[in-house]
């Protein structure tokens, strides 16, 4: 490290300091949040019966009851098999979606993630909702890159190609818009591509240079040229669609090819269960089940189980069972 | 004071007593964390609001953490913190720009160190949220890098790669974009 950067880390480190006082917590405040928490404590506590005996003996009570019926319904029993097994399925599967959060591709839980991506996406009709959604799996492709970048491991294609359907078709959706509505779309994109693009560019030094994140980069600069266009001439951005003239932003002539199986998820069949031959991605004719959890955000992924509970989630990391950042609801982590 | 596994252990079966320690222990570092990202105080006792009610909501399903309780509420505010910071990428104003100014303090040494915590606030919102972790643990809150490493479930390694990554983009950052 030269002496000009040792002497500006050190600065660094002094500025930092000065974010250590903070203001002082209202009083008020704290004693309402304490009394708020202890308060749910106690409502999660009368969840569970107060007689432990009571507990462990009334199965005895309810089977009793059950058994002696004189009048046996066929269509309870149906009904009933139905709604446990449904449960056991929403309750496995909730597990699975919650974990698969924050999964990288090079986790197995991996195509779990896409797949409720897609569900997601096909649970709603609003152009709107659906660029809001694009727009976060886009921040789940550069987060999935930033990661394996992180790890020493290459960015899967399928990594790349995602993020190219998602980023073609937010500029579809928002082009599709009424005139009222095509601007503030754009506006919306622009900022998260700014956001995204600043992030991707801490991490463009020479010592984490990687062929393909340069390449998620120039895709994200095309797309921000495109947005551009499209606040400054949003006619001649709709028209540009509607006529076909536009090319997916930044197609990459080459992309570099993933070191070993990483799933990359690019073909139909390879990790979600294809409807209408579209492949993966949400995008114009995505045809998704409904159903899964909302993935999460957070941290850039972690691997592994490190032997305990640990939270993951959007906003997250890991595949524990951490809380969701942006409210993975079931599995044995918290979240909302 | 009792053991972190002993809070975790008795905080599973309700114990009133045990998770008002537990508030009591560790809220005030999740709002300050909170309150340096955030910059946003009331944002800030959200974050420890959640942060405490998802906690809850682990034990309740039988998940949460086995050991290492601080860290793993650090976790939990940190998914939150960079959620919010998601949703609305642009930080408030700096909060000491409502503050009604004191006669006798200068107010260009005021403004200065204001505007410097604001671009630093802003630098750190660049870096790539495990960096701003292990940023703010660090330097902020004073953790060791077996702390932060265990905050973070992450290798002491990989801890010491991430801080060294982050120093050298909130360099860039603060000087190179400057000049």
């Known amino acids: ?336 | 004071m009792a053991s972190e596994k002993q809070l975790i252990k008795r905080a599973r079966k309700y114990n009133q007593q045990t998770l008002a320690e537990i508030y009591d222990r560790y809220s005030p570092g999740i709002f300050r964390y909170a309150v340096r990202l955030l910059n946003d105080s009331e944002q800030a006792e959200n974050c420890v609001s959640e942060t405490f009610s998802r906690f809850l909501t682990a034990l309740q399903r039988g998940g949460g953490p086995k050991d290492h309780l601080q860290a793993y509420l650090y976790r939990i505010a940190h998914n939150w913190i960079t959620d919010q910071y998601r949703r609305q990428p642009s930080l408030p104003l700096d909060a000491e720009f409502a503050i009604d100014p004191d006669p006798e303090v200068d107010p260009q040494s005021v403004s200065a160190d204001v505007i410097i915590r604001e671009q630093v606030r802003n630098a750190l919102m660049e870096l790539t949220p495990d960096q701003r972790r292990v940023v703010v643990l660090k330097f902020l809150e004073g953790w060791s890098n077996i702390e932060v490493a265990e905050a973070m479930g992450k290798p002491v390694g990989a801890v010491k790669s991430l801080q060294h990554r982050a120093l050298a983009a909130l360099r860039r950052f603060l000087f190179e974009t400057n000049e």
């Open chain 1, 1 to 336: 490290m030269t002496a000009q950067k040792e002497s500006n880390t050190h600065q660094v480190i002094d500025m930092l300091d000065r974010l250590h006082e903070t203001p002082g917590r209202d009083p008020g405040a704290a004693e309402r949040g304490r009394t708020r928490f202890l308060a749910e404590a106690r409502s999660m506590k009368k969840a569970v019966s107060l007689n432990p005996f009571r507990r462990l003996n009334s199965w005895i009570a309810r089977y009793s009851i059950i058994r002696h019926r004189k009048e046996r319904s066929l269509m309870f029993a149906t009904i009933s098999s139905f709604i446990i097994a449904l449960a056991v399925v929403l309750g496995g599967s909730g597990i699975t979606a919650y974990a698969a959060q924050d999964s990288l591709p090079n986790d197995w839980l991996y195509p779990v993630k896409l797949y409720l991506e897609d569900a997601r996406y096909g649970l709603t009709d609003d152009p709107t909702a659906q660029i809001g959604l694009l727009t976060a799996f886009t921040n789940n492709r550069i987060d999935e890159a930033i990661g394996m970048t992180l790890q020493g491991e290459s960015v899967p294609k399928g990594v790349v190609t995602r993020l190219q359907n998602n980023l073609q078709t937010m500029l579809q959706l928002a082009a599709g818009l009424d005139e009222d509505s095509v601007v503030p779309a754009l506006q919306r994109i622009r900022q998260n591509l700014r956001t995204q693009e600043q992030l991707m560019s801490r991490l463009m030094q020479p010592e984490d240079l990687d062929p393909v994140l340069e390449q998620l980069r120039i895709m994200l600069q095309e797309q921000h040229r495109l947005t551009k266009l499209g606040v400054d001439e949003p006619l001649q951005f709709q028209q540009m669609f509607r006529h076909g003239e536009t090319e997916p932003p930044g197609a990459p002539p080459e992309i570099v090819e993933p070191k070993g199986n990483q799933g990359d998820c690019t073909e139909p069949g390879d990790c979600v269960p294809v409807e209408d031959g579209t492949g993966p991605g949400p995008g114009p004719g995505g045809n998704p089940e409904p159903g899964g959890e909302e993935p999460g955000g957070g941290s850039e992924g972690q691997n592994g189980n490190q032997g305990e509970e640990k939270p993951s989630g959007s906003g997250g990391s890991g595949n524990g069972d951490e809380p969701g950042g942006k409210g993975g609801e079931n599995g044995s982590g918290p979240g909302k």
